[in-house]
């Protein structure tokens, strides 16, 4: 089955600095990539996807890279503000499928110092 | 609308004792899920379903039990409950096996 790994698993950015965290997959029939981003004590929610139809996605300071040939995708967030301060899991599935649902990665604990 | 609703929020169990938690969905979403989240770690899918009548075991099934009788209710037994299953879990649907929306997460503790 798939397999994602996620690094690095803690991250300290000074407020204003970029943040980058990257995931890589074993399955190369995945085709949906999404990012959650979890404060403390609340549900994971979505803030930005990429199918493998695309190389490449933004959204005001988020932005998401993936390369389909080496099995990896990135987050990125450039001017990180300390709202920023919570764990961010990507995960994969092939969408379609019946039999594939998403797989998590282990999180990345990110840190934003005022 | 209220989404994906989870109850109760938090549990205390004694080992040995049974409980369901109860997830419901009001976006007639056909995929559901049961993921199970332990302190600082990663979300671990328990079971999903991708239709009434129709389930599916995840990474860690064991010790668990799930029906889907309907679109939108998709309920979580634990049985003989351990304190290896001391953990927060969250439900989710989804419309295929993309966005996946949680609900709030029940907090259970077994002692």
């Known amino acids: 089955g798939e397999n994602v790994e996620q690094h690095p698993s803690t991250l300290s950015v000074q407020e204003g600095d970029s943040a980058v965290i990257k995931c890589t997959y074993s399955?190369?029939?995945?085709?949906?990539f999404p990012w959650y981003k979890q404060e403390l004590g609340k549900r994971p929610q979505l803030i930005i996807d990429i199918r493998s139809n695309v190389g490449e996605k933004k959204d005001q300071r988020i932005a998401v890279t993936l390369n389909k040939t080496a099995k990896h995708f990135s987050l990125h967030i450039t001017e990180t503000q300390p709202e920023d301060s919570a764990v961010y899991f990507c995960?994969?599935?092939?969408?379609?499928?019946?039999?594939?649902?998403?797989?998590f990665g282990k999180g990345t604990r990110l840190s934003v110092i005022a | 609308n209220a989404g994906v609703t989870q109850t109760p929020k938090f549990r205390i169990l004694k080992i040995g004792q049974s409980m369901t938690l109860q997830c419901t969905q009001d976006?007639?979403?056909?995929?559901m899920y049961w993921y199970r989240q332990d302190p600082g770690m990663g979300l671990k899918l328990i079971y999903y379903?991708?239709?009434?009548?129709?389930?599916d075991k995840g990474e860690v099934p064991n010790g668990y039990n799930v029906s889907r009788s309907t679109t939108e209710d998709f309920p979580l037994r634990l049985e003989l409950a351990a304190p290896s299953q001391t953990s927060v879990y969250f439900c989710?649907?989804?419309?295929?096996?993309?966005?996946?929306?949680f609900g709030q997460g029940t907090r259970l503790t077994v002692v």
């Open positions: 989710a649907s989804s419309y295929s096996f993309s966005e996946a929306f």
């Open positions: 995960a994969a599935s092939i969408e379609t499928s019946g039999n594939t649902p998403l797989v």
């Open positions: 976006m007639n979403h056909n995929y």
């Open positions: 379903s991708v239709g009434a009548g129709i389930t």
């Open positions: 399955d190369s029939a995945s085709n949906y």
